[in-house]
């Protein structure tokens, strides 16, 4: 079992950057792939990327290319999304999860999950 902590969540204007970052802990030895979701009031949690252990190969969904980037440090057991030009739309809680051996776009393939770190962009 591997435990995932987010953090780098706050309040910001409309085209700020931030950076978020989650932590992992526990069987960190695993080939675990990890996915950034997010979830606003009123709305499913959606994709928004994902990065396999090895670090060479991410996926992101439309709405984060060229604005979010992806990245991990298997030495500090730690992965990062980068996001820039961020909108009111951006708003919500945003979760980190691990998948043992891969990483996808599906949400109910991750196997753990973090307990979100809020974000909220204001206009």
């Known amino acids: 079992q591997v435990h995932l902590v987010e953090s780098g969540g706050g309040l910001v204007q409309a085209g700020a950057s931030l950076e978020l970052t989650c932590e992992l802990s526990?069987?960190?030895?695993?080939?675990?792939?990890v996915g950034w979701f997010r979830q606003s009031p009123g709305n499913e949690r959606e994709f928004v990327a994902a990065i396999r252990h090895s670090g060479l190969t991410t996926y992101y969904a439309t709405f984060a290319k060229g604005r979010f980037t992806i990245s991990r440090d298997n030495a500090k057991n730690t992965v990062y999304l980068q996001m820039g030009g961020l909108t009111p739309e951006d708003t919500g809680v945003y979760y980190c999860?691990?998948?043992?051996?891969?990483?996808?776009?599906?949400?109910?393939?991750?196997?753990?999950w973090g307990k979100g770190t809020q974000v909220t962009v204001s206009s």
């Open positions: 999860a691990a998948q043992d051996g891969d990483a996808t776009m599906k949400a109910e393939s991750y196997e753990e």
């Open positions: 526990g069987r960190t030895h695993s080939s675990w792939g």
